[in-house]
């Protein structure tokens, strides 16, 4: 076991903190379990997933909670606790490729990271979109894990924790398989279904750092899920239908808070399409607040919402078009004309926006020539739409999700994909626009880990704990590396079929058949 890291650091990070919520505080005998995010601190606190979890494990007095990410370990934030001497560790895990991060916070911490080998250390719980959406892979590793919307199911772990964690391992383990959102690998169960949704509260973060992607920045879930219908998002699939935030709701949150914020983020899939989106920008703007926000659709900006984002000081905004090819585009679900991109474009730059970037997927069924040449025009038009503005442009291979019509592609072969990517690259350069992408190989792995059973799991162990490259412990975990880009079909079985999920099968598979076919893709 390796020795614990100096923490001075992060004890002057903890200093710069400012709480926003008044946590009771721990009792006598209150477990001691710890909250973790398997990424940096600077990217741990920018995510509300993990200050949901945070927050409600904070909120029970018979709870000793502390913090650690992957920066951080084999310790916790506050006092360089050993992560081992914990009775639980809870994980938001929101990306696959983090999986091996969590498994390398569990070996640097002395834990064995495969489930079957711990039989006296901490309970590892984990939750999150990626193992909602397929919890096989970190069957191997977690003792529990919760789908879908935690709302209610968080609830029931943390009291279940509060009243049972100084219990035996095996009662405990029992008690969470009974939860209804709870999958407990190896123990008897119900069988875990996704629960209904629940309209709110929503989340926001219970604590403001200088040290976050986004400093002292109070993050607000504006909105969950996505009015949108593209066949490739699994927002779309795991959290309908679409919820937003309304402006008294927000005005209640910051009423409440300890502490006072100068800045908030809108944080939602598409931050717009709120009905309250006008309302909750002027009324913050109005006590002096700054505003920042995530994802915008063009369809959602008509000329009353391009000029109150630019009026708030916006200089910088993001569209996610996914295709340069307005048939393709229709296709994917995606059921925008470009017209709408050139003319939200053109409205957001004249309101001050000085920075653009968009979003461009590659690999997807039928593309041709006729679709690069489709956003090559595309990529003109919108460069003459925001009249010499910055612009740049990601390029991004499409990873297949479960509950998702994409479950069923065949992904393109890595190679394939890589000269793909370079040829649009080349073609976005040509344009005098700025590409960025990101490697075909990190996608393929992530294939791997969204479609892949128990077996991934096992090989990221592999990885970490005896130092095997990833292509060998894929071998020696005895996965199959080309399920990915195997062909699929309604009957094809996947490691989530256990699952009660949030779509059926049989609606997927009709998707994606007219996806593949060639005609517009059509709502669920």
């Not at 710890?34 to 945070?54: D, W």
């Not at 924790?161 to 169960?189: C, I, N, Q, T, Y």
């Not at 959290?239 to 983020?265: H, K, Q, T």
């Not at 009249?387 to 190679?415: C, D, I, Y």
């Amino acid at each position: 076991m390796r020795r614990a890291r100096p923490i001075s650091p992060f004890r002057t990070l903890a200093a710069r903190e400012t709480v926003l919520e008044r946590f009771p505080q721990p009792g006598r005998g209150a477990l001691p379990v710890a909250a973790g995010y398997p990424a940096p601190y600077r990217v741990g606190m920018a995510n509300l997933g993990f200050h949901f979890l945070y927050g409600n494990l904070r909120r029970s007095p018979r709870l000793a909670v502390e913090r650690f990410f992957s920066d951080t370990a084999p310790a916790t934030f506050e006092t360089g606790a050993p992560l081992a001497s914990r009775a639980a560790l809870l994980f938001s895990v929101s990306y696959e490729e983090d999986y091996v991060n969590v498994v390398r916070i569990l070996h640097e911490a002395g834990i064995p990271p495969l489930r079957e080998e711990r039989a006296g250390s901490p309970l590892v719980i984990v939750g999150g979109p990626a193992p909602s959406a397929n919890p096989a892979p970190l069957a191997a590793i977690a003792d529990a894990i919760a789908l879908g919307e935690g709302e209610g199911t968080l609830d029931a772990i943390v009291r279940l924790l509060g009243e049972e964690g100084g219990g035996s391992r095996p009662a405990l383990l029992e008690g969470l398989a009974k939860l209804p959102a709870v999958l407990a690998p190896g123990v008897p169960g119900p069988g875990a279904v996704f629960k209904e949704p629940i309209d709110g509260p929503f989340s926001h973060s219970v604590i403001l750092t200088p040290g976050s992607v986004f400093p002292d920045t109070l993050l607000v879930e504006s909105g969950r899920g996505c009015p949108g219908a593209c066949a490739f998002c699994l927002a779309t699939s795991l959290y309908r239908p679409f919820r937003f935030l309304r402006a008294d709701a927000l005005e209640e949150i910051l009423s409440r808070l300890a502490a006072p914020v100068r800045r908030v983020g809108l944080v939602s899939p598409a931050v717009a399409a709120s009905p309250d989106f006008a309302r909750i920008v002027r009324m913050l703007a109005s006590r002096g607040v700054g505003v920042a926000m995530s994802s915008l659709r063009a369809e959602d900006l008509d000329e009353e919402k391009a000029r109150l984002i630019g009026s708030i000081g916006t200089t910088s905004v993001s569209l996610a078009p996914e295709s340069g090819s307005e048939r393709m585009r229709y296709r994917l679900g995606k059921r925008v004309p470009n017209e709408l991109y050139f003319n939200a474009a053109a409205r957001l730059a004249e309101a001050g926006v000085r920075q653009f970037t968009l979003y461009l997927l590659i690999g997807f069924p039928g593309e041709d020539a006729e679709t690069v040449a489709a956003t090559k025009g595309f990529l003109g038009g919108f460069r003459k739409a925001v009249g010499g503005r910055s612009v740049s442009v990601h390029v991004n291979a499409l990873v297949p999700k479960a509950w998702t019509p994409f479950q069923f592609h065949a992904m393109p072969p890595e190679r394939s994909l890589e000269s793909l990517q370079s040829a649009t690259a080349r073609m976005i350069g040509a344009a005098g626009l700025r590409a960025r992408t990101k490697s075909v190989r990190s996608a393929v792995r992530q294939a791997l880990f969204s479609l892949g059973d128990e077996r991934i799991g096992r090989a990221a162990a592999i990885h970490v704990t005896a130092g095997l490259s990833w292509k060998k412990a894929l071998a020696a975990a005895g996965v199959d590396a080309e399920f990915p880009h195997a062909e699929k079909g309604p009957e094809t079985p996947f490691p989530w079929d256990a699952v009660s999920g949030p779509v059926r099968r049989s609606v997927l598979w009709r998707r994606f058949e007219a996806i593949s076919a060639g005609g517009r893709d059509g709502e669920p």
